[in-house]
């Protein structure tokens, strides 16, 4: 079975396909979403396939191929999986149907006019006690009281002349990106890992730009070029420092190289690591992202299409932590060491940051995209913090972040595509009318806080166990920072969904269908059976984390105290 190409096949299945839904004309919209949605359900059978041929106790890479690419420059097509990249691989593979299911009727009859159907018809007017008044409930007025307030009629919009989304480009968009992600993740050449890198900025900006909320396209641009320019600039950054390892590895091996496993073996001055460090480091803090270089999320998550926020936020971020460990420890341990302090300083600081900005939203995406910036503190306070049960805590917490986040992105996108606004005071008292998605969003927002028995409770408790024993005051620090996570995640639930039915439009919203059901019933069944039973992915990603650590000096700290073993094993 290791024979198999996998990885090769993960990619250019979603690939290929891509081309053929783009070239179907609009009036196919549903044979591409029929398309679309058997090509990922494919990928999804393949990747859990190669999951099953994985030996996770078997060192290096496996599915491993090379073919020389320009060999003037020694750059090749290789690829391989390890522990890290074959979990981020499975999780792509998963949220990408999940994706294409949930979008499945946005796009087929939407226009993209001033005021489409998800345009900003809230029901909310000014004074109609909205948001939180002083001394009032969320949702009320400022004396507390709750207040109907019917929706004032949408605007007519001119359906015949207002340009419409195309389906086969959205699908076609999703399967490029799935595409890349796995490039991304499976490259063994830096080079080819650059070019991943930045091609999956293409059709996320179009997702952001193209088929974001209808009605808002000045927004919509704004979020997609910031979004652009930010992933530019870390990109160049690191073109620069992927330039500096190819003249670095000329140097020393008489030929310059791209090649992963070579790379790590070359002998770079403490000086020269920290400048290399640097660029690959700005890089991925902006792709993942880390605090400062945050400020493009709040943006693009409110402005995505509830899909391509979830990929966004569930996948491509993860390609900044990714990078941390794959490229940034094991290829610069001396800068790692020298950078270690800053990093954590920045994951603490994000941490607390985010979780108080996302106390403080009214945008129901806006509030769940700062969230992400809080776990992002905690999993890079995993890798940096250079124990084995931090840094599989910080793996582990890279997937059940995208399950769990993820599956809120959707709860959300299901109020909006029923309500026309993500304004958290046009809801409240939803729990009497749709109980099964009241139901969906305290699941996710449970499993987003780290509730024990859910699938993020694991992650977080080992990076902060394996922080403890690097640092315990970072430790007791970040620790704090669960306590603002809760309070985000129930005051979102508690607004929206609990309390009297505070806006007569809510009355008559309907519950799950059975095809939002099937969406959601997947991830609700990882974040349960994971957070019981994490053992399998924990299987497969310590030993790659420990061998990761290891290579570069890094092992986990000695018991302080002594321990016996008496007569019959008992200590």
Not at 136 to 159: R, S, Y
Request: aromatic share 10%.
């Amino acid at each position: 079975m290791n024979s198999v190409p996998w990885l090769t096949i993960l990619l250019l299945v979603p690939a290929v396909a891509a081309v053929v839904v783009a070239a179907l004309p609009r009036r196919l919209a549903t044979q591409a979403k029929q398309l679309t949605l058997a090509v990922t359900l494919v990928v999804l059978v393949l990747a859990v396939l190669a999951t099953f041929a994985y030996h996770p106790n078997r060192a290096g890479f496996q599915f491993a191929q090379r073919y020389d690419w320009i060999p003037t420059f020694g750059i090749s097509y290789a690829v391989g999986a390890d522990g890290i990249s074959l979990v981020l691989i499975l999780l792509t593979a998963l949220l990408v149907p999940v994706v294409v299911l949930s979008s499945w009727d946005e796009f087929d009859s939407e226009p993209d006019g001033p005021s489409g159907p998800s345009g900003p018809s809230d029901g909310v007017v000014p004074g109609d006690g909205g948001g939180s008044g002083p001394g009032g409930d969320p949702g009320t007025g400022g004396g507390g009281t709750a207040v109907l307030v019917a929706a004032p009629p949408a605007p007519v919009v001119d359906a015949a002349a207002a340009p419409r989304r195309s389906v086969p480009v959205f699908c076609a968009l999703l399967l490029v990106l799935e595409a890349g992600l796995v490039g991304v993740f499976a490259a063994t050449d830096v080079f080819l890992f650059y070019v991943f890198f930045e091609a999956i900025l293409i059709p996320m900006y179009f997702l952001i730009g193209s088929f974001g909320p209808a009605g808002q396209q000045a927004q919509r641009s704004y979020a997609a070029v910031k979004f652009l320019i930010y992933s530019l600039l870390g990109g160049l950054l690191m073109l620069a420092a992927v330039i500096g390892l190819y003249v670095v590895s000329a140097e020393q091996l008489g030929s310059g190289t791209f090649d992963f496993a070579l790379l790590r073996q070359l002998d770079i001055t403490p000086g020269v690591q920290k400048l290399l460090f640097l660029g690959f480091f700005v890089a991925f803090a902006i792709k993942a992202p880390l605090f400062p270089f945050h400020t493009w999320l709040p943006d693009a998550g409110a402005q995505a299409p509830v899909g391509g926020a979830v990929l966004l936020v569930g996948l491509l971020d993860k390609v900044g932590t990714f990078g941390l460990i794959r490229y940034c420890i094991p290829l610069f341990p001396d800068a790692s060491d020298y950078f270690a302090p800053l990093v954590l300083a920045l994951a603490i600081i994000g941490i607390f940051y985010g979780a108080l900005l996302a106390i403080g939203q009214r945008d129901m995406k806006r509030l769940v995209s700062y969230t992400s910036l809080a776990h992002f503190g905690f999993i890079a306070l995993g890798l940096f913090a250079f124990t084995s049960q931090a840094g599989t805590g910080a793996v582990l917490y890279m997937v059940n972040h995208g399950l769990s986040t993820g599956l809120l992105f959707l709860v959300v996108g299901f109020l909006i595509a029923r309500r026309g606004t993500a304004d958290i005071g046009a809801y409240g008292g939803l729990a009497k009318v749709t109980p099964v998605l009241a139901g969906t969003m305290l699941v996710a927002g449970l499993s987003s806080l780290a509730l024990p028995g859910t699938n993020s409770f694991v992650s977080e408790f080992l990076v902060l166990v394996g922080t403890f024993t690097y640092n315990k005051a970072l430790a007791i620090v970040a620790t704090a920072g669960i306590v603002l996570a809760a309070i985000y995640v129930l005051s979102l639930y508690q607004r929206t969904m609990t309390g009297p039915i505070t806006h007569e439009a809510n009355r008559t919203l309907p519950d799950l269908s059975w095809r939002e059901k099937a969406v959601v019933a997947p991830m609700i069944a990882l974040i349960i059976g994971l957070g019981v039973y994490p053992k399998p992915l924990i299987d497969i990603v310590r030993p790659t984390v420990t061998a990761t650590y290891t290579d570069v000096g890094k092992s986990d700290p000695a018991p302080t105290h002594p321990v016996t073993v008496q007569p019959g094993g008992r200590s």
